[in-house]
């Protein structure tokens, strides 16, 4: 089967010509070829699939079936019990929470305690949740992140995401051992995101200079890193004992499992492969999550306007945010406008062949947060929907 755009746009519509748009679509036939891409590039280490960048039930079940893919890592508190109490196990709850209520429900239920390993990566965290046991007298599993920024010049200039405070192993182990002396917690895991490695592409299309530049900046990145979290995991394994250390994201996976001390990486917009992820050298995914929006102008010659589309992803503001105008080929927004609350006027010789009704397919810029426009999802296989599944928003889970 041709995956060319113009081929997969045909049988995108066939798929869907008994429905209006706006929709939103995922193609398992890509969205199964990037899962195999993934564990190939996972080379056999388990990956744990961060459920912010799907927010479907239906394709977390489908992807943690599949070999070489094992647990969930959640975003919030209130996602990770209702995960749990689904069947969902494994779940690692990869940012730091205040969720009270969620925290005295964890601790006070045998099921969740045992599924559910939660961040930390302060002691006052600890407190809060010694607050909110409310009677609860189960063990929280406990997970320390390690802060994988790349520092230069003394430390005078910073590379990656503010996470974590913790970035030596002495911190991390200090930190470990509070815990472990600590009656109600038990230090399980580490985690370690690489961000500026996993999140930002290294093959820019057009700027052959700053794509050195980012690839010289990961390659240091990436040495300064498995050197200082293998010492870290050293110093963290000697007062406890550890069954995961959790590593990397879609962007970084070779780089990730390539290092000993990591035993597990996540990953989760590489089965959906959102527009931010067509700049890395190192992979090239199918598109997979995709939104049709219908004409319902033609201001004039080169010019068609859809109804909506102003789905910005998170980030730093800026025009690699926003979700692109995909099928057919050769649309571009109008510069004054942008996309739009809406409407969106769309520029390009491909309007004057498009009659009002018809599907524009966008992209949006990343992954998961496309799921909280639609409340569901009509999974295309070849030509046909073979099934029409609801988005955590569907299931009226609005977590974040």
């Known amino acids: 089967m041709s995956h060319s755009p113009a081929a997969d746009r045909a049988r995108y519509e066939r798929a869907t010509a008994h429905l209006d748009a706006p929709l939103a679509i995922v193609d398992l036939d890509a969205f199964d070829a990037n899962a195999d891409d ?79 390993s939660v961040l930390v990566d302060d002691p006052a965290q600890l407190d809060l949740i010694d607050g909110a046991r409310d009677g609860g007298t189960e063990e929280v599993r406990v997970c320390l992140e390690l802060d994988t920024a790349l520092q230069l010049l003394g430390g005078r200039i910073r590379i990656g ?83 995961f250390v959790n590593g990397g994201g879609t962007g970084s996976v070779e780089s990730t499992v390539a290092e000993a001390a990591v035993t597990e990486v996540a990953a989760g917009s590489g089965l959906y492969v959102p527009r931010l992820f067509d700049n890395y050298r190192a992979f090239q995914g199918r598109p997979a999550a995709l939104f049709a929006q219908p004409v319902v102008r033609r201001p004039g010659m080169g010019v068609v306007t859809v ?48 009659r009002i009704g018809d599907k524009v397919w966008f992209r949006h810029a990343k992954a998961g947060e496309l799921c909280e426009r639609f409340a569901e999802l009509h999974l295309v296989q070849g030509e046909e929907i073979v099934r029409t599944v609801p988005t955590y928003r569907g299931e009226g889970r609005t977590f974040l």
Do not use: N
């Open 38 to 116: 993934l564990v190939r590039r996972a080379a056999g280490k388990p990956i744990r699939v961060a459920s912010k960048s799907v927010r479907c039930r239906a394709l977390l079940e489908r992807v943690l079936a599949r070999p070489g893919f094992q647990g969930i890592m959640s975003f919030t508190l209130a996602e990770s019990v209702w995960l749990a109490r689904a069947g969902f196990d494994d779940i690692l709850l990869a940012y730091p929470s205040a969720d009270r209520a969620g925290f005295a429900e964890l601790t006070a239920d045998p099921k969740l305690a045992a599924s559910i």
């Open 161 to 243: 995401a503010r996470r974590s405070p913790l970035r030596t192993p002495e911190a991390l182990a200090s930190l470990a051992a509070f815990v472990q002396r600590r009656p109600g917690f038990r230090v399980v895991g580490l985690m370690a995101y690489e961000g500026h490695v996993a999140g930002v592409g290294d093959k820019l299309t057009g700027r052959p200079f700053r794509s050195r530049a980012v690839q010289a900046m990961q390659r240091t990145a990436r040495a300064e890193l498995a050197r200082r979290r293998a010492e870290v995991v050293r110093a963290v394994r000697a007062v406890a004992e550890l069954e």
């Open 307 to 354: 109804l909506g589309g102003g789905y910005p992803a998170s980030g730093p503001a800026g025009r690699d945010r926003l979700p692109e105008p995909y099928l057919p080929e050769g649309l571009r927004y109008d510069p004054q406008e942008g996309a739009g609350e809406v409407q969106t006027p769309l520029l390009g010789s491909p309007a004057d062949d498009l």
